[in-house]
């Protein structure tokens, strides 16, 4: 699914509007049912009071569009509307007046703080002041109406945004925005959602396709892509009746020191859950039998080096590359690291101190196959591309940093996000139980058995990704977040691969 910019969903609107010969009025009237669909459904008529405070642009419109349906279906609706500028949206003053037409409660306009009604912890508040077209921070009283609004234990919930977010530019996180509950978004997420620092303001968020021009959704360039069950669905390559393991690759991991063989098990593991044909632990020598014993399933070769990796000998032919997990950095690691490399012509994965020392020896990055995985967190990855100002700083560094080394990069977060080229992909499976140790080890191992298979790179990279966070999701409902752990997520690939076959759930039908 793409995700367009402010600026994009105005001219999408518009084009619509121009194509279809619906009016805007209408459009918003279709829109409002919509959405007073999706609350009916929750709130099956129940005598709740609902508070919608209302901006003068469309949004605000919006907020009256569905005032009226919710009213009209017997609702216990107040509506607001904040007063502060003459400068009104004509869809704003249409539906103000269409109001009329099903309450004798005129909206009340607000103008100051001594205006701000009394809030209840049972109130639901609809948030349709601002949307796509805030273009500065909210002051004023507006300000204190937010931090009024964000104060009350109610409900809130977002129209398209919450108010004060900005959908795809960098803003002071500082100034006033609503913290919705849940937040309903015209056509397309917004990029702000999937951002660390802005994310938090939707609560969950869930997507209202409005039937925007399909001609213009289609030709857009999209400022990011989420990946959904479908597109995952169809990245999956069913295996082959006559098959035999030689068909779906070799996994050697190299990875592993002294304390941390753990993350030389869970990669290697990783591997073998995710389908790689054979897979193969480079390790340092007293790992050997850590190895051997924990995972039956794969061979191993030692180093020389007793407690690192300080070598890389082996006469197999046709390897997937996995390094970096628990390597270590010293002298000897780095130049067994820079020897494997020099040795691969395939994409490689990158996790963790292989990371490291990439950053420490800028004259490696020679030595990387073109389309190679790296998968940063966001300390490795600040030592990859310095500091950055703000989320967006973030990305463009990262897509900086992929064109001129020609890599995928693996941006590893709560929405992980693969950036190849100036093209990024958002993933929407994972939870807050996948923080915890070794989980990026895990997905190390996936990305490497999905490149064994011959998944093309960036395939590797966004499917990995979906099914680690996949895998988790299906974890927790056993295990819940705090039960969560490494292991646990790697032995759920599988399911998560069963689950791009579940049949859709049936939608409740509408009264
Ligand atoms: N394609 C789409 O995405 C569609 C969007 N619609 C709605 O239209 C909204 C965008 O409408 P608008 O462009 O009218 O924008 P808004 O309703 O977000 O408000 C913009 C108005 O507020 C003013 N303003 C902006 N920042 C302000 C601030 N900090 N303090 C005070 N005033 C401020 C602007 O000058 C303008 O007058 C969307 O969020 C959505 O709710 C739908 O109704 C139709 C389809
Ligand atoms: N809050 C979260 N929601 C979803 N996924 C998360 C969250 N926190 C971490 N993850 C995922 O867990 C993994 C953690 O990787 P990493 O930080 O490298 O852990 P480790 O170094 O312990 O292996 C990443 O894939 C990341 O996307
Ligand atoms: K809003």
Redesign the pocket.
């Given at each position: 699914m793409k995700i367009l910019s402010a600026q994009q969903?105005?001219e999408?609107?518009q084009s619509?509007i121009d194509k279809n010969q619906i009016s805007?009025n209408d459009?918003?009237g279709h829109?409002a049912k919509l959405i007073f669909d999706k609350i009916h459904q929750r709130l099956q008529g129940s005598p709740v009071p609902i508070k919608i405070f209302c901006?003068?642009?469309?949004?605000?419109?919006?907020g009256l569009a569905l005032a009226r349906q919710m009213i009209q279906h017997g609702y216990h609706v107040t509506t607001y509307v904040t007063n502060?500028?003459k400068?009104r949206?004509p869809?704003f003053l249409y539906h103000y007046d269409k109001i009329k037409e099903v309450t004798k409660d005129w909206p009340i306009l607000l103008s100051c703080k001594e205006d701000f009604p009394d809030l209840h912890p049972q109130d639901i508040i609809i948030d349709?002041i601002?949307?796509?077209?805030?273009?500065?921070?909210?002051?004023g009283w507006?300000a204190d109406l937010v931090h009024y609004l964000n104060k009350t234990p109610a409900f809130k919930l977002a129209?398209?945004?919450p108010s004060?977010l900005y959908a795809n530019t960098p803003q002071d996180i500082a100034t006033p925005i609503i913290q919705a509950q849940h937040t309903f978004s015209?056509?397309t997420p917004k990029l702000s959602f999937f951002l660390s620092q802005t994310g938090k303001f939707t609560g969950t968020f869930e997507v209202v396709q409005?039937g925007?021009d399909p001609e213009y959704m289609m030709k857009a360039a999209p400022l990011a892509q989420i990946i959904t069950p479908d597109a995952a669905k169809s990245m999956y390559k069913p295996r082959d009746k006559f098959s035999h393991k030689g068909d779906y690759g070799h996994v050697l991991t190299m990875a592993g020191s002294k304390g941390k063989v753990g993350a030389a098990v869970l990669s290697n593991s990783a591997a073998l859950n995710m389908g790689a044909g054979k897979v193969t632990a480079y390790i340092p020598a007293h790992a050997n039998v850590i190895l051997q014993s924990s995972l039956p399933e794969i061979m191993t070769i030692s180093s020389l080096g007793e407690n690192f990796i300080t070598d890389f000998e082996h006469d197999i032919k046709d390897i997937t590359l996995c390094v970096g997990p628990g390597l270590g950095t010293g002298d000897d690691v780095s130049s067994a690291f820079a020897k494997a490399l020099s040795q691969q012509s395939l994409p490689v994965v990158i996790d963790a101190d292989g990371l490291n020392i990439l950053s420490d020896n800028s004259d490696y990055w020679k030595l990387i196959p073109k389309n190679s995985i790296l998968t940063p967190h966001d300390g490795e990855l600040e030592k990859l591309i310095g500091q950055w100002k703000d989320d967006y700083d973030r990305l463009e560094k990262a897509k900086k940093l992929s064109i001129d080394k020609d890599v995928i990069l693996v941006l590893k977060g709560a929405h992980t996000i693969a950036v190849s080229g100036k093209n990024l992909y958002i993933n929407d499976t994972g939870n807050p139980g996948m923080a915890t140790a070794g989980s990026g080890d895990v997905l190390s191992g996936i990305i490497a058995g999905l490149l064994a298979q011959k998944y093309d790179a960036l395939t590797a990279a966004v499917f990995g990704v979906f099914l680690h966070g996949r895998a988790g999701d299906i974890a927790s409902q056993t295990y819940a977040h705090e039960g969560l752990k490494a292991s646990i997520i790697s032995n759920f690939v599988g399911a998560a691969i069963l689950d791009l076959f579940r049949p859709e759930p049936q939608q409740p039908q509408q009264q």
């Open positions: 969903l105005a999408a609107d619509t805007s459009l918003m829109i901006g003068i642009g469309k949004n605000g419109g919006d502060c500028s400068k949206a869809e349709a601002f949307g796509t077209g805030i273009n500065r921070p909210i002051d507006m129209i398209d945004m004060g015209f056509e409005i925007l």
